[in-house]
Antibody
Framework: EVQLLESGGGLEQPGGSLRLSCAASGFTFSSYAMSWVRQAPGKGLEWVSGISGSGASTYYADSVKGRFTISRDNSKNTLYLQMNSLRAEDTAAYYC?????????????????WGQGALVTVSS | AIWMTQSPSLLSASTGDRVNISCRMSQGISNYLAWFQQKPGKAPELLIYAASTLQSGVPSRFSGSGSGTGFTLTISCLQSEDFATYYCQQYYAFPYTFGQGTKLEIK
């Protein structure tokens, strides 16, 4: 059974930093691309970032480019999102999502399994 | 970016009804479209990908159709557990984008 468990959310001041983690199990983690998708309170879904299975390729939404960094440790089956220079508009539930593409170098954007989400609140 | 127009934003229906949700794109995306269901306080769940392929474990009352710029999610016989919010998503081009959502409520 695929399981994705996010952690690391919390309250941070504008300009601060947080690192989210997503522990994966139930599948060969290194074979699959992974993504972060966020949802502001009461709002819709927004794709944030993605990374190939090998970690060699990364992708970002313009709204976070230069501030957020996605990475993965395939030896620990864990996905990360380092969030710097946080803004109030980054307040959201952050979901990690598994990609359906199983080649180490691909990234399809088709998200077949999601974690339960980690809440990030940016406020002074 | 590819703009998506999902309609209606709110849909009232009764158990046993057949309902359709529409998603229109600002440009053609072939069949690179997925549909998700989200219940309050929960993560989205994949229902359909590649416009019309049912994800494993999803009931057959859900179906998807369309290609290019117009897509439809159909629920053929609403069950109580289907009342939720539905999102379409294109994965044809970066940035991947989602529709605004359709809240399906009990009439």
């Amino acid at each position: 059974e695929v399981q994705l468990l996010e952690s690391g959310g919390g309250l941070e001041q504008p300009g601060g930093s947080l690192r989210l983690s997503c522990a994966a199990s139930g599948f060969t983690f290194s074979s699959y691309a992974m993504s972060w998708v966020r949802q502001a309170p009461g709002k819709g879904l927004e794709w944030v970032s993605g990374i190939s299975g090998s970690g060699a390729s990364t992708y970002y939404a313009d709204s976070v480019k230069g501030r957020f960094t996605i990475s993965r440790d395939n030896s620990k089956n864990t996905l990360y999102l380092q969030m710097n220079s946080l803004r109030a508009e980054d307040t959201a539930a952050y979901y990690c999502a598994k990609d359906s593409c199983s080649s180490g170098s691909c990234y399809s954007g088709n998200f077949d399994y999601w974690g339960q989400g980690a809440l990030v609140t940016v406020s002074s | 970016a590819i703009w998506m127009t999902q309609s209606p934003s709110l849909l009232s229906a009764s158990t046993g009804d057949r309902v359709n949700i529409s998603c229109r794109m600002s440009q053609g995306i072939s069949n690179y479209l997925a549909w998700f269901q989200q219940k309050p306080g929960k993560a989205p769940e994949l229902l359909i990908y590649a416009a019309s392929t049912l994800q494993s474990g999803v009931p057959s009352r859900f179906s998807g159709s369309g290609s290019g710029t117009g897509f439809t999610l159909t629920i053929s016989c609403l069950q109580s557990e289907d009342f939720a919010t539905y999102y379409c998503q294109q994965y044809y081009a970066f940035p991947y984008t989602f529709g605004q959502g359709t809240k399906l409520e009990i009439k």
